[in-house]
């Protein structure tokens, strides 16, 4: 079973890596990459535990082949902090207590993040639904959701 | 020696702000490492052959295949355990029974679900593992099985244990049955009870498994030394409880064990047991290597606790002016493959809420080819609670009360008896039915196909064992150290009530949860008790370290130590007589050490009693819509008697939370077995969990009604809020639709069927 060489972007690094046909990017990730800030909750593209984007998309990286992220530019969570600034997204998580036992987080800040790149003023009802794919079952979501319309309301300067 | 000091009339600088956790940036940065996020060097992967029968004997099992495929170093199977004695073990309420854990983490004899571990292989990787497992041959004899409850009862069911006589029968039964334990509890005298009511109304439920539904699949890394040390790398509830399990499955001495808290990814009562634990353990032990197992959460689905589900009757009698006279209620619990369904619990909860003269409460714990139930959120109660609180919802509108008014006339107060023996000792729950009489949305109006309902519920809450450890480093900051799993903020709040007590700055104190090498026992992160347990222990090693700083402080002024008094962060002459010394922080002492006994530390350890149970009140509108029986929730207020909120954020939180399962419970998740016994919907695409656009905001009433037995009042708050929910939802369905829904969950199908056979 001989081996694919692949040459992405992760978080604006050069990265290249060595993965069997079958390993998902969640796995290469987490098992070859050592980035274990993508959490595995169903390996099923059904919670958003292991939300990235890839060349901009929300994609569940457990629905994506290794291999396919070859060439592309891969963003996950331990990128999104900017040296030692928390995205704001990040620190409204923190002062809205929007996190419980925090293995959800990663892929709501992603998946956030990235509606916030294409709505900066949603609705709580847009952020209900973008968030749809995200499963929490710690919050009951409220406070991730007042966490993210904080953020996009700091984010616009409003 | 445990010092006490009740602050609850204190004002207080620290409890009750809302500063960030202290674990926060590392779980917003994805830093933090889970169960699954640990790795050693030579590491093997393992992965777990399951049945996929519900019921068949094991008549061989050949690895041969297996072990010849390269890169496997080890298969294991039932007979890799040693056997354990049959007997159960602890408080009845929560007994353990060796010889069932054994079987449950690998089959030996039988397979008794879908799902039940049969083998497990280690490998070099992940897809050799795989691959492995595929070539283990496993000659299975199929036996019938049996899923429901009722029919598990049956003389002529399918018995999963050819010798199970039911306990708690005198004299004990002739023949064996699924039945595995008989419960009852009596106050009064329910048949003049009854005779005196003007109303009764007498009703059957039945409730679906729910899944616990953590979005951490269980995960762990073990490794086993030749010289018979291991460490465990795990996400569970309580890493003190895993060493034991594990310890004791493995036939190892506790103390060779060492575990460390991997953060964990939710628990909700689930992670309170071993499964793939001592399965990594023994196989590192076989192979030399260190062992990583990640469950699939087809793994989690089929083989790790749901809840029961029940068959229930519940009678209750009231009279003409809203007294309830008498409750009676029988209820079968599906326990799984295992005896332990939290039936005894949902006897004991079902009536506690009420000042009800005459109670009797009767429970069967009953197996069925099912995973073994496991806890979840006020394990027991919920489901007792939804057919109590349904019958009080009829019962009201029969004598045209109001459903908050009948709850406030019976509600239990301090002086209160129970059906399961001690009075109540807390008032609370009045409080939390005040607190909905005076909300603004309880009189709103209501619009075509809505409805509102009405519920409650009680949980016991726990106490226990725990043990804190204080340190004062060399600056003068302060390291608190607890073996308490931290699920939903816990470091927070114990660093907050360290600060409180020292008089110093939630910043300066570093709170964490060590190994078990390096803290003394800590029980679970269960039971809604570590903010108030642990809390305790935390509290009692601060103020053992004032006492020390105390001391250390009239040494270097050379008074008696009555003389120094700690007020804000610092000793203190306790009166101008004692002499005239400038106040002495923590730093200032701790740059003192040297020379006042050396590094500054205390211990704490409690095996608290004194917990104020937990009472919560709740109203919900809905809207059904008559085409398709979808029911949406509108509005959903949840009031709580938290005794003191030490992070109210993540008190809100706990509530929030818990209602929201308890919106899934009602409406959605259920287990769904196929005429093979084998599970239809093992993820999270057909057992579907409640998602952020199903939910309405959850108005959260905190109410504080301090505990006297803690130093700062709390009470715990994590699981009595899912217990009224189902109920409510199905009272507001009720109102809106005109029928009574009797049977979870209350999906769209079964609503419209209700809402069709009424047309």
Redesign the interface.
Known sequence: ?SKHHVSTTVNGDAVEFLC?T?QTLLDVL??ELG??????????G??G?CSVTIDGRLVCACLVLGVEARGCAVC???G??EGDH?HVL?RK?????A????????GF?VAARSLLERNPDPSE?E???W???????????????EAVLDAAREMRGA | MLTRTNNADKELKVVGTRPVRPDGEAKVTGQARYGADYSAPGMLWAKILRSPHAHARIRAIDASAALALPGVKAVLTGADFKEQPFEYVGPERVAVNYWHMTRNVMAREKVLYEGHAVAAVAAISPATAEAALQLIKVDYEVLPHVIDVDAAMRPDAPLLFDDMITRGIEPAPAKPSNISKRVEFRLGDVEAGFAAADAVVEMSFKTAPVHQGYIEPHSCLARIGADGQGELWSASQGHFVVRAYTAKLLGMEIGDLLVHPAEIGGGFGGKTVVYVEPVAAALSKKTGHPVKIMMSREDVFKATGPTSGASMTVKIGVTRDGKIVAGQGLFKFQAGAFPGSPVMNACMCAFAPYDIANVNTIGYDVVSNRPKSAAYRAPGSPISAFAVESVLDILATRIGMDPLQLRLKNAARAGTPTAYGPRHAHDGYAETIQALQLHPAYKAPLGKNQGRGVASGFWFNGGGESAANVHVNEDGGVVIATGSMDIGGSRASMAMMAAETLGVPYDKVRSIVADTGSVGYNHVTGGSRVTFATGMAVVDACNKVIDDLRGRAALIWDVDVAGVVWEDGHAQPASAAVGDFKPLSLAAIAAKRGVTGGPIVAEAAVNAGGMAPGFATQFCDVEVDPETGAVKILRFVAAQDVGRAIHPSYVEGQIQGGVVQGIGWALNEEYIYNQAGRLSNAGFLDYRIPVASDLPNIDVVMVEVPNPNHPFGVKGAGEVNIVPVMAAIANAIQQATGRRLTELPMSPPKVLAAIDAGA
């Open positions: 079973m069997e079958r987490r098992d980035m274990t800030g993508t959490k595995e909750g169903c390996g099923t059904d919670c535990a996950t969570i331990e999104m902090a928390l990040q998580f923190l002062e809205h207590a996190l419980q036992c925090g293995i959800c987080t990663p800040l009802e952020v209900r639904y968030l749809a794919g995200n499963l929490c079952r710690c919050t009951g979501y409220q406070k991730i959701i």
